[in-house]
């Protein structure tokens, strides 16, 4: 009896000691699958905004964009987490914009590279480099923030001919947005847009 209940001891004790893993996250963005894993066991709270259906000024191109990104904890959250972690959590910002135009576009990496530079265009110590995303080319690039000293980073990449998909992160580099570019991924369901 004695040596059963050590045992249930040790195996609790042990549950009690293991991190907590961080878990892949699986979005449905509409017609779009969204898979990733930051690495981090942070909690998040990845909210997925309704979709935005609009058009050029001129009118001759029509889009949807969908929208995920993280929510900001509330008091309770934080608390509970920084128990959990021993630490505060982290409060950087994330979010994934994939946008389907109704037309054919430039699949380059030249269109990537020149939103991506126009994002970081009020950041200095820029840097822009191609990077292959989710099987597929594209333009990761960062800069830092004159007012807060953060870097944020900028990825972007064509999915299709009609869709492109771009990533925003304030998370450090090998603490989040890293491991998000290595893993995400992205499918279109059979559903229509």
């Not at 042990?14 to 979005?27: C, G, M, R, Y």
């Not at 946008?99 to 990496?109: E, P, V």
């Not at 020149?114 to 191609?130: F, P, Q, W």
Request: glycine share 6%.
């Amino acid at each position: 009896m004695k040596e059963n209940c050590l045992i249930i001891i040790l195996i609790m004790s042990f549950a009690l000691i293991v991190p907590t893993i961080a878990e892949q996250e699986n979005l449905a963005f509409g017609p779009y699958k969204v898979s990733f894993d930051m690495g981090i066991d942070d909690l998040m709270d990845w909210v997925v905004h309704e979709p935005i259906n609009s058009e050029s000024m001129d009118g001759s191109l029509t889009y949807t964009q969908y929208i995920a990104d993280v929510a900001i904890l509330t008091e309770s959250q934080f608390v509970s987490e920084s128990k959990r972690l021993g630490h505060a959590p982290d409060s950087n910002y994330a979010a994934i914009y994939v946008t389907h135009y109704n037309t054919t576009q430039n699949l380059s990496a030249t269109g990537t590279r020149k939103a991506v530079e126009a994002a970081l265009s009020n950041y200095i110590d820029r840097s822009v480099n191609e990077r292959t995303i989710d099987g597929r080319p594209g333009t990761i690039g960062s800069g830092t923030s004159t007012s807060t000293s953060n870097t944020m980073y900028v990825a972007g990449w064509w999915m299709d001919n009609n869709t492109d998909v771009y990533v925003v992160s304030l998370h450090p580099w090998d603490e989040g947005t890293l491991s998000l570019l290595k893993t995400i991924h992205i499918e279109k369901s059979n559903a229509t847009t």
